[in-house]
């Protein structure tokens, strides 16, 4: 029975683990691609996960994560931003820069 639960719990951090990669990519790489469209630069290519929550979305249960980036306009100054991911997808990019908070809903 003790081969079970440590088998079932090394399967369910397998999942969480392969989960928060995936999310980690999605997020990169729509940060970097809404970065671009309005002609700044995703500095760094990192992200830093600022909290992870489960709340629901359609539903069902599912994990919310917001992540924190930096980002610099044509003058070289450097921002920062944020990047919620929930239920799989990315829902929602903030930019806060010297002209106040720029929100871009996605999903």
């Known amino acids: 029975m003790a081969e079970l639960s440590a088998l079932l719990a090394l399967g369910l ?18 940060g970097k691609q809404i970065t671009q469209q309005k002609g700044w ?6 992200l830093i996960q600022k909290y992870i929550r489960i709340r629901p979305r359609r539903g069902k249960l599912s994990l919310l994560r ?19 991911h929930h239920g799989g997808q990315v829902i929602e990019i903030k930019y806060f820069h010297e002209n106040g908070i720029e929100t871009i809903p996605l999903h």
Not at 41 to 46: A, G, I, P, Q
Request: charged share 20%.
């Open 41 to 46: 630069v995703f500095l760094d290519d990192s």
């Open 66 to 84: 917001v992540f924190e980036f930096e980002f610099s306009d044509i003058n070289a100054h450097r921002f920062t931003g944020s990047i919620v």
């Open 13 to 30: 951090l397998g999942y969480y683990w392969y989960n928060q990669v995936s999310a980690l990519d999605q997020t990169r790489s729509a």
